[in-house]
């Protein structure tokens, strides 16, 4: 490391609207380093790393590179002083593709398409992410674009690259592979400032680990320092090994008769001969690789992605459906939570209260020209206290929330539809530790509510935790199938990679 750090801040503070989103924060960053970020959401994390990336100015405070003071107009004066950011909602243009936005703002009075896609074919296959760069970034999945955007780091010579939740989208052997990246970086004298809920990623691989709690520093010192315990203790100010319940014993379906009963669906090269069954009052749990056909069959019950002509059958409630639109599976009783929701799982300019009622309308408004406002505003105001969602009020914009209470919105926009079937796909993704200790929570209460719910995760402890049942998912089929007693990391993960 050298002797001065290449990022400091002193006391940098900045308000919104009167209230301090980052208050009095001094932070340093030296090369070589891997600098963890620990704390809820809405601690100031993401803040702190928009003012070094020039997103945001400060309103009070100083920012220093190699000991200069800077003032950042725009992230490309931050990217000229070799600062790249990895955002946790990628700023990819759908439009593009991926080799396109590997080298924006990189680009050549003349540009040669051979040139930009085999420099982006080299840098992918560097990184050795599965990656094909003249694909449209808006088609691909959530862990490809992630990939792109590190792609796009790494390709910029950056001397500092901050990642905002980097690893929420990738499987485990992802994102070990992401970490031995960044340790071959370190090497390089690359300094990189790294934000993750979870937290034994800042335990394992960080040098260094700074909490902020409320916008302010609580605690800074070497990752050594540290252990869960003490981790969490510092970013919420209590133990939370209380507030989550010990796992149970296994739910028993409250019925024999499924459901949802999937039938040897097909999907074009994404989802091959998949059947499973989901019964009432249990949490089927779907484990497996990105890609493997999780979140795809997911969309064709939905009838959000057709399936192939002839691509098997599914009953829901005994009746065989086909549904070509997701408002007819809403319809008829079954919520989908997206593993995208700023995608698709909510209107972020809208208010909290506005997206709960548009989850109403979307079952129970349907052929009706009057609804009583009254009404759909009690609904929306006792969901959002049932959730716990937290803000200033039921009319804040949903844009503003920390990412925990915008995925309990998501949430009560499918639970407010009373459904007999909810999907779950990724519901704690880039979610702070006590947010998902309360959506875990949901997802047990709505089970034992005599309702079906399937659970899609990448992170095997939320499967284990949660599931009474265990699917696991491997090139588009279902290749092995554990009950909650059976089941281990081990064996989940040996059936989805062998």
Same mark, same amino acid.
Not at 80 to 108: H, W
Not at 406 to 415: T, Y
């Given at each position: 490391?050298?002797?001065?750090?290449? !990022? &400091?801040?002193?006391?940098?503070?900045?308000?919104?609207?009167?209230?301090?989103?980052?208050?009095?924060?001094?932070?340093?960053?030296?090369?070589?380093?891997?600098?963890?970020?620990?704390?809820?959401?809405?601690?100031?994390?993401?803040?702190?790393?928009?003012? $070094?990336?020039?997103? +945001?100015?400060?309103?009070?405070?100083?920012? @220093?590179?190699?000991?200069?003071?800077?003032?950042? %107009?725009?992230?490309?004066?931050?990217?000229?002083?070799? $600062?790249? /950011?990895?955002?946790?909602?990628? &700023?990819?243009?759908?439009?593009?593709?991926?080799?396109?936005?590997?080298?924006?703002? @990189?680009?050549?009075?003349?540009?040669?398409? @051979?040139?930009?896609?085999?420099?982006?074919?080299?840098?992918?296959?560097?990184?050795?992410?599965?990656?094909?760069?003249?694909?449209?970034?808006?088609?691909?999945?959530?862990?490809? =674009?992630? /990939?792109?955007?590190?792609?796009?780091?790494?390709?910029?010579?950056?001397?500092?690259?901050?990642?905002?939740?980097?690893?929420?989208?990738?499987?485990?052997?992802?994102?070990?592979?992401?970490?031995?990246?960044?340790?071959?970086?370190?090497?390089?004298?690359?300094?990189?400032?790294?934000? &993750?809920?979870?937290?034994?990623?800042? *335990?394992?691989?960080?040098?260094?680990?700074?909490?902020?709690?409320?916008?302010?520093?609580?605690?800074?010192?070497?990752?050594?320092?540290?252990?869960?315990?003490?981790?969490?203790?510092?970013?919420?100010?209590?133990?939370? #090994?209380?507030?989550?319940?010990?796992?149970?014993?296994?739910?028993?379906?409250?019925?024999?008769?499924? +459901?949802?009963?999937?039938?040897?669906?097909? /999907?074009?090269?994404?989802?091959?001969? /998949?059947?499973?069954?989901?019964?009432?009052?249990?949490?089927?749990?779907? %484990?497996?690789?990105?890609?493997?056909?999780? &979140?795809?069959?997911?969309?064709?019950?939905?009838?959000?992605?057709?399936?192939?002509?002839?691509?098997?059958?599914?009953?829901?409630?005994?009746?065989?459906?086909?549904?070509?639109?997701?408002?007819?599976?809403?319809?008829?009783?079954? %919520?989908?939570?997206?593993?995208?929701?700023?995608?698709?799982?909510?209107?972020?300019?809208?208010?909290?209260?506005?997206?709960?009622?548009?989850?109403?309308?979307?079952?129970?408004?349907?052929?009706?020209?009057?609804?009583?406002?009254?009404?759909?505003?009690?609904?929306?105001?006792?969901?959002?206290? =049932?959730?716990?969602?937290?803000?200033?009020?039921?009319?804040?914009? +949903?844009?503003?929330?920390?990412?925990?209470?915008?995925?309990?919105?998501?949430?009560?926009? #499918?639970?407010?539809?009373?459904? =007999?079937?909810?999907?779950?796909?990724?519901?704690?993704?880039?979610?702070?530790?006590?947010?998902?200790?309360? !959506?875990?929570? $949901?997802? =047990?209460?709505?089970?034992?509510?005599?309702?079906?719910?399937? *659970?899609?995760?990448?992170?095997?402890?939320?499967?284990?935790? *949660?599931?009474?049942?265990?699917?696991?998912?491997?090139?588009?089929?279902?290749?092995?199938?554990?009950?909650?007693?059976?089941?281990?990391?081990? @064996?989940?993960?040996?059936?989805? !990679?062998?």
């Amino acid at each position: 490391m050298s002797a001065g750090p290449v !990022i &400091s801040l002193e006391s940098a503070t900045k308000r919104y609207g009167g209230i301090a989103a980052l208050d009095g924060v001094s932070f340093d960053l030296h090369a070589g380093e891997i600098h963890a970020l620990a704390g809820e959401n809405g601690a100031g994390k993401s803040t702190l790393c928009k003012l $070094i990336a020039g997103v +945001v100015k400060p309103s009070d405070g100083v920012i @220093r590179v190699d000991g200069e003071v800077v003032t950042f %107009a725009a992230p490309k004066d931050a990217s000229r002083r070799g $600062i790249s /950011m990895v955002y946790q909602e990628t &700023s990819l243009v759908p439009q593009l593709t991926v080799a396109q936005n590997i080298v924006l703002g @990189r680009e050549k009075a003349f540009n040669s398409v @051979r040139k930009v896609r085999n420099a982006a074919r080299q840098v992918l296959q560097r990184l050795n992410f599965n990656v094909d760069p003249t694909q449209l970034a808006g088609s691909l999945s959530a862990a490809k =674009r992630q /990939m792109v955007e590190i792609a796009r780091a790494v390709l910029n010579n950056a001397r500092v690259i901050i990642l905002d939740e980097p690893t929420a989208a990738l499987t485990p052997e992802e994102t070990e592979h992401l970490f031995e990246l960044m340790k071959s970086l370190k090497t390089r004298g690359v300094a990189m400032i790294f934000i &993750s809920h979870a937290l034994e990623e800042a *335990l394992t691989y960080a040098d260094r680990i700074s909490v902020l709690r409320n916008g302010q520093l609580v605690v800074t010192g070497p990752a050594a320092d540290f252990d869960r315990p003490r981790l969490i203790q510092h970013m919420i100010g209590e133990d939370l #090994s209380g507030r989550e319940p010990a796992s149970a014993q296994a739910r028993k379906p409250v019925s024999a008769l499924p +459901v949802l009963r999937v039938e040897n669906v097909r /999907m074009g090269s994404m989802v091959n001969n /998949m059947s499973f069954s989901v019964f009432p009052g249990e949490v089927t749990g779907i %484990a497996g690789l990105i890609g493997s056909g999780r &979140s795809e069959v997911a969309k064709v019950i939905m009838g959000h992605t057709k399936r192939n002509f002839g691509g098997g059958r599914i009953w829901f409630d005994g009746r065989e459906v086909r549904y070509t639109l997701p408002a007819h599976a809403v319809a008829d009783g079954i %919520a989908y939570v997206s593993e995208d929701r700023k995608l698709d799982g909510f209107f972020d300019t809208m208010s909290i209260r506005q997206n709960i009622e548009l989850g109403w309308l979307a079952k129970f408004g349907r052929g009706r020209f009057l609804v009583p406002f009254r009404s759909m505003r009690d609904i929306a105001r006792t969901w959002a206290k =049932r959730l716990s969602i937290r803000s200033i009020g039921e009319s804040q914009s +949903v844009l503003h929330l920390s990412g925990g209470n915008q995925q309990k919105v998501v949430i009560a926009r #499918s639970l407010v539809q009373e459904p =007999r079937l909810v999907i779950f796909d990724e519901p704690t993704r880039g979610v702070d530790v006590g947010a998902i200790a309360e !959506i875990r929570q $949901i997802v =047990r209460d709505f089970a034992e509510s005599g309702a079906g719910v399937i *659970l899609i995760s990448s992170y095997l402890p939320e499967i284990l935790d *949660l599931s009474d049942r265990i699917l696991v998912a491997k090139g588009g089929t279902i290749a092995a199938e554990f009950s909650r007693e059976e089941a281990t990391a081990a @064996r989940i993960l040996n059936a989805a !990679i062998h």
